[in-house]
C-alpha cells in the first residue's frame, strides 16, 4: 500500500509572511500525524524562505512517523542533517529565484557533487532519496551514486492535460519499473493534487507519494486533519 508523507512547507510560508510565531509547523506535523500520514516531510531551503532551522530540530522531537528533509547539496545544511538525523534526506536541485523546485535533479550532470553528499549521509546512517525526472540515464545515476530511493517528479504531470497528460504518465510508468528493476525504491512527487493523485496511485511499484502545497490549500477550508485523510483515502484507495 502507498504511503503519504505530508510536506508542511507551506504552514512555514504563511508564518513567515509576518514573519511571526504562527502558524507553528510543527503543530500541522503533529495533525498530520493525527490524521493518519505517514511521514513529514520539509524543505529546509538554503535561503530560509519557509522551513527554519529551529522547525527542523523540533519537528523531529515532536512526531513518531518518520520525518523526510528535502535538502540541496549545500554543506552547511548537510551539516543540520547529520545533526538532527531525519529518517530519510531527499536530494533536490535548489536555485533561489525558483518559487518551487523546478524539475528533477541532475544526478548525472553532477555525479560527483550527489555522490559525495549521499555518502555523507549514509554515513551516518541517514537513507538518501534523489529527486529525478523519470528518466533513464538519471535512473542509472541514483543507482550507481548509491542511493537507496528515488523521487520521480510528477510536475509535468500535474502541469499538462488530456494526450500530453497520458504520455507522461507512461514515462512515470517506465521509470518505476525500471528502476524497481534496480533495486531501487520508488517515491514520486510535485503538483499531486485531489484530482490527479489516483492515476500516479496506479502506477505500478509506488512506494510512497510527498505530497504538500494541495493539502495546505485544502486545509484553509476543511482543517488540516480533514484534508490529510481525504488525501490518505485517494492514495490507499
Known amino acids: 500500500m502507498i504511503k503519504l508523507g505530508v510536506n508542511i512547507d507551506h504552514v512555514a510560508t504563511l508564518r513567515q509572511a509576518r514573519m511571526n510565531i504562527e502558524p507553528e509547523p510543527v503543530t500541522a506535523a503533529r495533525i498530520a500525524e493525527k490524521a493518519g500520514a505517514d511521514g513529514i516531510t520539509i524543505h529546509l531551503r538554503e535561503d530560509r524562505r519557509h522551513i527554519q532551522d529551529k522547525d527542523v530540530y523540533d519537528i523531529k522531537k515532536a512526531v513518531s512517523i518518520p520525518l523526510n528533509l528535502e535538502m ?62 523519470p528518466d533513464k540515464m538519471q535512473i542509472e545515476a541514483a543507482k550507481k551514486i548509491g542511493a537507496e530511493y528515488i523521487e520521480i517528479h510528477t510536475g509535468l504531470y500535474a502541469n499538462t492535460e488530456s494526450e500530453a497528460q497520458k504520455r507522461e504518465l507512461n514515462r512515470i510508468k517506465e521509470a518505476a519499473v525500471y528502476a524497481h528493476s534496480l533495486g531501487l525504491i520508488v517515491n514520486a512527487g510535485h503538483g499531486l493534487n485531489y484530482t490527479n493523485t489516483q492515476s500516479i496511485a496506479a502506477v505500478p511499484y509506488m512506494h510512497e507519494f510527498n505530497i504538500g502545497h494541495s493539502i495546505i490549500s485544502r486545509a484553509v477550508f476543511t482543517g488540516l486533519e480533514e484534508a490529510v485523510k481525504e488525501m490518505i483515502k485517494i492514495v490507499k484507495k
Do not use: M
Not at 523546485?101 to 555525479?111: I, K, N, R, S
Open 72 to 133: 540541496a547539496c549545500s554543506d552547511d545544511i548537510i551539516n543540520i542533517a547529520i545533526d538532527v538525523h531525519p529518517n530519510t534526506c531527499t536530494i533536490v536541485p535548489e536555485k533561489r529565484q525558483e518559487i518551487t523546485t523546478e524539475g528533477g535533479l541532475d544526478a548525472a550532470g553532477q555525479y560527483h557533487l550527489v555522490a559525495d553528499t549521499v555518502a555523507k549521509l549514509q554515513e551516518k546512517g541517514i537513507k538518501v532519496s534523489l529527486f529525478i525526472e
